[in-house]
Each structure stands twice: as C-alpha cells, then as structure tokens.
C-alpha cells in the first residue's frame, strides 16, 4: 500500500503525463468497416512482383502429390494404395507417423533463399502450417509442432531469418482452418476387403496410447482435431464411403465446427502466436474470404494493429480468396492456379506452382514440370493486370529441391536478369493489359486451360516507357493494334528497342505498330521490346 503522499505524487504524475501524451491508439475492430478503413497497400508489395514459396510439410515425404494426408484414408484412391505398398495398413500407420519421418536432414535454406533470390524473388513465404494441422514453428498453443516432432526445428523461424539477412520481404501460409474437416476420413474405415469395418488409428488413439513411443505426451486428438463428420458403421462399397466424404467432409468449409469451439479458439490463439512471433510482412491464408466469422476478423485485425504498432501505419499484406469488392478493399485477392481477364484497379495476387503443392516423384521422373518459359507467361500476364505472382517450387521431405526444379529456376533466372527491372518490378498497367489471339477466363484452377499463342503480347509500364513482352517469340513480324494511329492518334513512337539488344525495325499504320524482332537464340524465350515517345503513357 502506498502513502498518501505518494498517492498524490502518483496521481499528478499520471495526470501530467496523460496531458503531455496523445492516448493510445484504439484496437481495430474486428469488422470489414474497420477493416477497410485501417487498410493501405504497401508500395512494396505492389513493386515487388514476384514471390517464391516453400510450400512444404510433411506431405512431401511419400513423394507422392497432394493431400496426401486425407487420400490415403480414402480407399481406392493412388495415395492409399501408396500407404498400404511403402508404409502399411492406415489402421496400423497412420499419417501421425509420416508427420515424424519428416526429417528435413539435407535442408539447405541459405542455399535455397539466395537461390530463389537470383531468380528474381522479391518476396519469399514459408508454409507454417497445412491443412494435416502440424505447424511448422515454435507453437506456443499446439503441442503438434516441428520442434517436438520430425525435423525438431523452428521450420519458419530459420526460414525468416534467412529471407530477412538477403533483404527479401518474409511471409507465412496458414491453412490450418480447414484441418477439422479434413482429417475427417482418418476416423473412417475400409469399407472393402480383408480389413473392412477396421476403424483407422485417429478413431481409436489417445494420449495414453503415446507410453513408450515417440509422441509420449503428445494427443493424437489434438493432431487429428476429433470427430465431426465420422463414417457410420456399416457403409459397404468402396464407392459409397468415397461419396460420403465427398459430401461431407470434402467441402470447402470457413463456418466454424460445431462441437469443437476449442479448435477455433485455438486456431486464433496460433494464428496470433504466429504474427506476433515472426512479424511476417505477409500472411496468405488459405480460406474463402476468412474463416470463423468474426473470429477471422479479430485475427487479421490483430495483424494489422501489429504493423500499426511498429509503423504507424499498415504496412503488411494479408491475402484471401474469392473476396467480394468490398473485401478486396480490406485485403489483397488471391487466385490460385488461376487467370484474370482484366486489370483490376486494386493489386491482387496469384499463386501457383511448377508442379505439385506437395512434392510428386512422378512430376521428376516424368519431367511433367511447368517450364521455365511458361512461368514468365504467368508472370507477364499477371504484372499486366496490376498483380503479383507467388510461385511454389515443391520441396522434398529432406529439404532438397531436385535438378528439373534447378533448371527452371536457372531459366527464370536468366530471363529477370535481362528483363526484371525494366519491365516487371515497380511496373504498372498500361491502358490495356494486351492484344492476341488467346482469351483467358477469370476464375480460379483454370490455367491448365491456357496455351499462348504468336501474337499474344502483355504491356506494362514504367518511368515513362511503355514495355510489351511477347510471350512467344515471334517468327515474323507482330502487328499491336492498341498502338496504332487508330487507336493512338495524338500518340508518336520515337524508338523501339529490344531489352538487352538493339534498335528494331518497325513500321506504324492506322491498323497497328508492326515489329520485327531478331530469331531467338539458345535459351532465349519472351522477348520484351521497349517504345518510347510522346503521349503513349
């Protein structure tokens, strides 16, 4: 207890100083309102362009694709005939076991962030946690983490230390909101054959079960989130079990899990846990606008007034997807494996990968990669549009990338060396986004549906100029109708030029700017001309 004296002192000094200094700042509300008022978009994020990603968890230790996880409690599906063939029965070994064979022994991340760097990266992202619900940091509030289990590191943490020391932008994935719903399969059961009814090992294992073995301690429960959409006893065929998962748990669901508020509670608490911990510069969530209601909303609430805190302002980038307009002025829009057919007048973001979200020996064995020169397809098309790209170069379970993926990487490279600057980072949409014979959806997983043509060309602009990359290179000479004196009357073209060459012969008419550019040499691929002139921009 204090004396009256000091009492008194305590009072004026708290008066004085609540007059000498400005309150503090009030909490964001966790509403799209407040939200969308306390938002900015950081110019770093709009200049940088280009991410790459390190997509990679304990799924890719089977090598065997994605979701893993879920698939091989599905029988009949390639990743549970996997299971059975490389690790036996899923009652008996279930997915808890492949979360401890994750070893990451050959990890070599100064190697990979200085490598990811030299392709062009602006940004670099860590997976923290998918969907199989094991994160891969220091986890204050989930005991199912990498510094108990497999690699028994701080996954994240020797990540950000690394992107951060080459001067790259660091960002994080969650995707552990829809664990609940997707381990549902792993409380099922074969529905055919020699072990039909036999219950998998999420439907039968507890923490004492853990006595003597290496996850002593930890509860399964925890890893496989608990029951919620459990197959009944007595489900018969193969194609009926698969039907119940596919209208049950399969859905991609953002409501909360109805008898399980402990899960959201704690998906807010690791979710904060993970902002507050790394100070990502960009958070990527893997949900359909937000998940949990409001409990979504206080989380990236919470993220905002974390960069609010330190900055005075935001300056941190959090993604979603499918986000309505309104949305979109809170947050940045994510299309994952997908294409816009228009300039959006706000940035956006698109994710997408040179194979497999988790890694796939087929894509290795098969060379089924995505190739270098279609990554710069997507990256011209999107800078075009006032977007970004973020592209995973899958990772195997020991840390290693393979040598089809250091080929493409050596390829992307070579072409932002030559083209980055001047036409990628710190570009900005032209009037039109381009010309050519290609239409393109807007929507998300439809980039499987696109080839380019001769003729398609993506304009971007910077520091006056006007940059058009062709992203194909073209054999005889291309005509750009949004350059003609039609279309551009008042316009006049002094000099065209090819980035990283010379002079070009071309030829201006009514119906278009015709261009001849010079054969491709050995590994040259989507050559990008630069015009300068009056009143183009």
């Not at 969530?285 to 919470?302: I, K, M, Q, S």
């Not at 570009?427 to 381009?434: A, I």
Request: charged letters at 25%.
């Amino acid at each position: 207890m204090v004396t009256r004296r000091g009492a008194l002192g305590s009072i004026g000094g708290a008066v004085a100083g609540a007059l000498a200094a400005p309150a503090a700042r009030a909490a964001t509300p966790a509403n799209w309102s407040a939200l969308a008022a306390a938002y900015r978009m950081p110019d770093w994020f709009r200049d940088a362009k280009f991410g790459i990603w390190a997509h990679w968890s304990a799924q890719c230790v089977p090598e065997f694709g994605d979701w893993y996880g879920r698939k091989m409690y599905i029988q009949g599906d390639p990743c549970y005939e996997h299971h059975l063939k490389t690790y036996g029965h899923p009652a008996d070994t279930g997915f808890l076991e492949i979360e401890n064979k994750w070893k990451a022994e050959h990890w070599d991340p100064e190697y990979l962030v200085k490598l990811y760097k030299k392709a062009g990266a602006r940004y670099f992202m860590a997976l923290a946690n998918h969907h199989d619900n094991l994160d891969a940091y220091d986890s204050r509030h989930h005991e199912w983490n990498t510094m108990r289990v497999g690699p028994k590191r701080d996954i994240v943490g020797t990540w950000e230390k690394i992107a951060r020391a080459q001067g790259l932008r660091f960002g994080v994935s969650n995707h552990s909101s829809h664990a609940w719903h997707w381990w549902q399969p792993a409380y099922g059961y074969d529905a055919e054959g020699p072990r039909a009814g036999q219950r998998y090992d999420a439907f039968r294992l507890t923490r004492a079960d853990g006595k003597g073995k290496w996850w002593e301690g930890l509860d399964p429960q925890q890893l496989y989130t608990g029951p919620a959409m459990v197959p009944p006893d007595g489900i018969a065929s193969v194609a009926a079990m698969n039907d119940f998962h596919e209208t049950h748990s399969r859905r991609w669901m953002e409501f909360a899990p109805e008898n399980n508020p402990h899960f959201v509670a704690k998906w807010l608490l690791r979710q904060k846990d993970l902002a507050e911990k790394y100070h990502p510069d960009i958070i990527y969530f893997d949900n359909y606008a937000l998940p949990f209601g409001t409990v979504g909303l206080e989380a990236l609430a919470h993220y905002y007034d974390l960069s609010i805190a330190k900055h005075g302002q935001v300056e941190v980038v959090a993604t979603a997807k499918t986000l309505t307009p309104y949305q979109r002025t809170a947050l940045v829009d994510d299309v994952e494996r997908g294409f816009l057919d228009h300039i959006r007048s706000e940035p956006w973001q698109t994710c997408t990968c040179i194979g497999d979200w988790h890694y796939s020996r087929w894509r290795y064995d098969a060379k089924a990669y995505v190739p270098a020169a279609k990554v710069i397809q997507r990256l011209c098309d999107v800078v075009s549009k006032n977007g970004n790209l973020l592209l995973s170069i899958p990772m195997r379970g020991d840390g290693t990338i393979d040598g089809e993926e250091e080929k493409i990487l050596a390829g992307i490279t070579r072409w932002m060396a030559r083209n980055g600057d001047a036409a990628i980072y710190g570009s900005r949409p032209w009037r039109v986004f381009g010309e050519g014979p290609s239409q393109l959806g807007s929507g998300m997983h439809n980039e499987g549906k696109v080839e380019f043509k001769p003729g398609d060309v993506r304009y971007t602009t910077k520091n006056g100029a006007l940059f058009v990359a062709f992203l194909v290179w073209p054999d005889e000479p291309v005509s750009l109708a949004a350059l003609g004196k039609d279309a551009m009357p008042d316009a006049e073209i002094s000099r065209v030029t090819l980035v990283g060459g010379g002079r070009l012969k071309t030829e201006r008419f009514g119906t278009g700017l015709t261009i001849t550019l010079p054969r491709a040499r050995k590994d040259e691929m989507i050559p990008v001309v630069r015009i300068d002139g009056g009143g183009l921009i």
